[in-house]
């Protein structure tokens, strides 16, 4: 029985960056071995278990077979038989499939070393065309590193795309590797990748551009992404990639304002109280701040801060005692819109 760590943990390594997670792989044993020495078994689809005192992972040594479509289609054999090198064909990239033995060896079998120096994101076998989300997950490592894509593999993902293999892409996958990708410091080449690739076209029909460059949340990045799309757009967009709550209803929120917003210089007070109570501004105020940052990225030149005065002024209203004046519950709603038109008027 031999443990490697492999993956992401020897990449980063090689790269100079923090190691967060370490993944381990052990070849030479057998399930109920791993149990006898205190492994506690969590894997679902085939052998992983968590190490009795770091609960790191380790993985049985593993091979797959394609049996079907998407991402699912596939049989794992796992036996003590299985090499380390068998493993590490099975993995997506050659910068993935990376190991170091128990004295640190690096092990490399497919140049994984020097496709980092070199900047290059390369399929490890032609393996590679069966499991459609891998499309997504070149285009998210390129996100990250910047790197380009190798034109074999290119072609690979190409073939996949028009093959209809991407077809079946399941919406919670897509949107776990798509939301990784926002946030990568190069969240643009994801869209790059993904263009070139054609699977940009099926994901995302709705979008004819994206940002040259993104920041903020998730919602945040989101948002910005789909700015010029309407509302109705917007919620298709987020159904079909399952996208949370939070990221939908601040987009929404967006869409919603975006109109009000172009005219925010010159808006007179019911204008600009339409824009508030439109972005939902007095319940979710750290939302609608959000929003505005969302805005001046959107629309470069873009000077909020009438609305923003608009909003600190009706904040600083105490509704409460106005509605206390009124001779009916009735009367409440037009005595409060009265004072925070008023409250804004003083404010411009």
Known sequence: MKTYVV????????????VKDRDHVVVGATPEEMARLGYKPVGK???????PQTHEEYALARTERKSGRGYKGFKVYASPEVTLEEDLKRRDLTINALARDESNRLIDPFGGEADLKKGVLRHVSEAFSEDPLRILRVARFAARFGFEVAPQTMKLMKGMVRSGEADYLVAER??????????EPHAERMFEVLKESGLYAKLFPELTRWPDNFSGSLAARFTLLTWPLTREQISSLSERLRA???VRELAIAAATCREHLKVVHTAAAARLLELLTAGDAFR???????????????????????VERAL????ALDEGAIARTASSKQEIP??????RLQAIARAL
């Not at 600190?312 to 904040?315: E, I, L």
């Not at 037009?334 to 004072?339: F, P, S, T």
Request: proline share 8%; aromatic share 8%.
């Open 284 to 306: 979710k105020p750290e939302r609608f701040a959000e929003l505005l940052e969302v805005a001046r990225r959107a629309q470069p030149g873009l000077d909020t801060t009438r």
């Open 244 to 246: 949370p709550n939070d």
């Open 312 to 315: 600190g002024a009706v904040r």
């Open 174 to 183: 897509v949107w776990q590797e798509f939301a990784k990708g926002l946030m």
């Open 45 to 51: 689809d085939f052998p992983v278990f968590l190490h």
């Open 334 to 339: 037009k005595l409060i819109r009265q004072a």
């Open 7 to 18: 993956g992401g943990a020897v990449r980063d390594e090689l790269l100079g960056l923090p």
